[in-house]
């Protein structure tokens, strides 16, 4: 695996790809990997010739300057993690390549990126769009693998990846949990023990909220009394708890059409979120 920090360098490698005809996948990240990562790394190296994995803390996309400082930043064991799988390229460009001086474009998607994380984190999707399509660009990539635990994100790059043609599928792949039902996440490390122990109540309510809306519960109660477990279980202040069309993500008050519940939720100064398809 070479590790790249210029796009010019990365861009010399993928016309070689090209020429011979070969397939290329991407992953971005932004580090700190997980299983949740690795099963995107698996998934593009089943399906892609080549494979590049990206690490960029990306500045534009955090709302809370604390965050961003906060992130953690492990190159070196996300090397070492990746070293088992068939990856060509670890992409980590700097600020200067991907934001030099003068940058001034900023890409904004209407629809899918309002509501849920685009209202409580302003400015979030704007972020996640205009870095993701240039992380598009820049690996020249023809298959781009995201997790569905950011479900609300692969709506948004799909429609990045559709509306300025970018000629890249995105491809979502389904939420690592651990044991707990707790979805895998960098955030996660922030968490001791007994924190991490809690946050499991996540998915148990949203599995169970999932099962009573299917069996015909009228989803409003069914949404009240989750918000009320979570709160019970200590966890809280609640960002959101909604039930959401898939398709395009609007707000329903049924199940007719494919659906599922979106939380974000706060737990020992941690923003903790999660989704679940009902049925
Ligand atoms: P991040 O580094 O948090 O920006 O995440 C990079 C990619 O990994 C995104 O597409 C996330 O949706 C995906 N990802 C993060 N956590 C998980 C998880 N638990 N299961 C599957 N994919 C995940």
């Known amino acids: 695996?070479?590790?790249?920090?210029?796009?010019?360098?990365?861009?010399?490698?993928?016309?070689?790809?090209?020429?011979?005809?070969?397939?290329?996948?991407?992953?971005?990240?932004?580090?700190?990997?997980?299983?949740g990562h690795l099963s995107l790394v698996s998934a593009a190296c089943a399906r892609c010739d080549r494979v590049i994995v990206t690490l960029f803390v990306n500045p534009?996309?955090?709302?809370?300057?604390e965050d961003l400082e906060k992130y953690p930043r492990t190159e070196d064991s996300d090397a070492v993690k990746l070293?088992?799988?068939?990856?060509?390229?670890?992409?980590?460009?700097?600020?200067?390549?991907?934001?030099?001086?003068?940058?001034?474009?900023?890409?904004?998607?209407?629809?899918?990126?309002?509501?849920?994380?685009?209202?409580?984190?302003?400015?979030?999707?704007?972020?996640?769009?205009?870095?993701?399509?240039?992380?598009?660009?820049?690996?020249?990539?023809?298959?781009?693998?995201?997790g569905e635990k950011d479900y609300q994100q692969v709506q948004v790059v799909r429609?990045?990846?559709?509306?300025?043609?970018?000629?890249?599928?995105?491809?979502?792949?389904?939420?690592?949990?651990?044991?707990?039902?707790?979805?895998?996440s960098s955030r996660n490390l922030r968490l001791d023990d007994a924190a991490r122990q809690r946050a499991s109540i996540i998915h148990a309510t949203l599995s169970e909220t999932a099962r009573a809306i299917a069996s015909g519960q009228e989803a409003g109660s069914a949404?009240?009394?989750?918000?009320?477990?979570?709160?019970?279980?200590?966890?809280?202040?609640?960002d959101y708890l909604e039930m959401r069309r898939e398709r395009d993500l609007a707000v329903v008050q049924d199940n007719t059409a494919p659906a599922r519940l979106f939380v974000a939720v706060w737990?020992?100064?941690?923003?903790?979120?999660d989704n679940l398809a009902i049925g």
């Open 83 to 146: 070293a088992p799988y068939d990856v060509d390229v670890l992409y980590v460009p700097d600020g200067a390549q991907m934001y030099p001086d003068g940058f001034a474009t900023t890409i904004s998607v209407d629809g899918v990126s309002d509501g849920l994380c685009g209202a409580t984190r302003p400015g979030h999707f704007d972020g996640v769009a205009t870095v993701v399509a240039k992380l598009l660009r820049q690996s020249d990539a023809d298959f781009a693998f995201f």
């Open 267 to 273: 737990l020992d100064g941690v923003r903790l979120i």
């Open 60 to 65: 534009k996309q955090f709302n809370n300057p």
């Open 223 to 238: 949404l009240d009394k989750a918000r009320g477990s979570l709160l019970a279980h200590g966890l809280g202040p609640i």
């Open 1 to 35: 695996m070479k590790i790249i920090r210029s796009k010019s360098e990365l861009r010399e490698l993928t016309r070689g790809w090209r020429v011979s005809g070969e397939s290329i996948g991407v992953v971005p990240t932004m580090g700190a990997l997980h299983d």
């Open 159 to 184: 429609r990045v990846s559709e509306d300025l043609d970018l000629n890249c599928e995105i491809v979502p792949c389904p939420t690592v949990r651990e044991d707990s039902g707790l979805a895998l």
